[in-house]
Each structure stands twice: as structure tokens, then as C-alpha cells.
């Protein structure tokens, strides 16, 4: 059985940085597109980072509102995504999942529709 698991939100300082983690098991994401999502009270689902899977030379995504500040990467051997998060604003505040990604380019990722490919998700609150 499919399952992603988030890890490494939490409280922090605006200008901070986390970084958070994405377990995959019950399959290989080697040949998955990846990403990171949030959402936040109030609000819609955001894509904010993707990246391609192996076979397509990682291409990755960055939303406007944080291109510059967070780096998406992958590590096919431990089956893992990360997503490191620099100059953390309160507007980042969310619950952060990762999910598999059905299209993927510099200028859009679209999600999985598939719910046994989404994590739990982990709070990331950025406040003073």
C-alpha cells in the first residue's frame, strides 16, 4: 500500500528556515513526478514546488510566492523529497503535503487525483 509521510514543520521565526521531509514507501518514486502543496485556513490548494521524476531530468516548479526562498529536491535511493524553506514569511503559514504529481513543467504542476498518493500533511506556522 502506497503511503507518503511528512515530516518537519512546526513554529518559526519569520527569516527562518525548515526543511521538510517526505517518506515514500509502498512504492519507488524514482520514476514519480513529486511535490509539495499547502494550504492554509480560509484558502485554496497551492502548489508550490515539483519536481520531475528521474527520467525527466527533474525538471522542477516554483510558484511565484516562493521562487528564490525554497528548493525542492529528491533522493531516489532513501525514497525521500525535501523541501528546504528559507526567509520564511507569516504568509507561508500552511499545512504542507507532499503528493505525486501527474504533469509537471516550469510553468505548472498538477497533482495526483489519487488520495493514497497525498500525505497527512505537517504544520508550518511562521510567527513571531
Known amino acids: 500500500q502506497a503511503q507518503l509521510v511528512e515530516s518537519g514543520g512546526g513554529l518559526v521565526q519569520p527569516g527562518g528556515s525548515l526543511r521538510l521531509s517526505c517518506a515514500a514507501s509502498?512504492?519507488?518514486?524514482?520514476?514519480?513526478?513529486l511535490g509539495w502543496f499547502r494550504q492554509a485556513p480560509g484558502k485554496e490548494r497551492e502548489g508550490i514546488s515539483c519536481?520531475?521524476?528521474?527520467?525527466?531530468?527533474?525538471?522542477?516548479y516554483y510558484a511565484d510566492s516562493v521562487r528564490g526562498r525554497f528548493a525542492i529536491t529528491r533522493d531516489n535511493a532513501k525514497n525521500m523529497v525535501y523541501l528546504q524553506m528559507n526567509s520564511l514569511k507569516p504568509e507561508d503559514t500552511a499545512n504542507y503535503y507532499c503528493?505525486?504529481?501527474?504533469?509537471?513543467?516550469?510553468?505548472?504542476?498538477?497533482?495526483?487525483?489519487?488520495?493514497?498518493?497525498w500525505g497527512q500533511g505537517t504544520q508550518v506556522t511562521v510567527s513571531s
Open positions: 503528493a505525486t504529481v501527474d504533469v509537471i513543467s516550469r510553468t505548472q504542476c498538477v497533482p495526483t487525483r489519487d488520495h493514497n498518493y
Open positions: 509502498g512504492f519507488t518514486l524514482d520514476y514519480h513526478h
Open positions: 519536481i520531475g521524476s528521474s527520467i525527466s531530468d527533474s525538471v522542477a
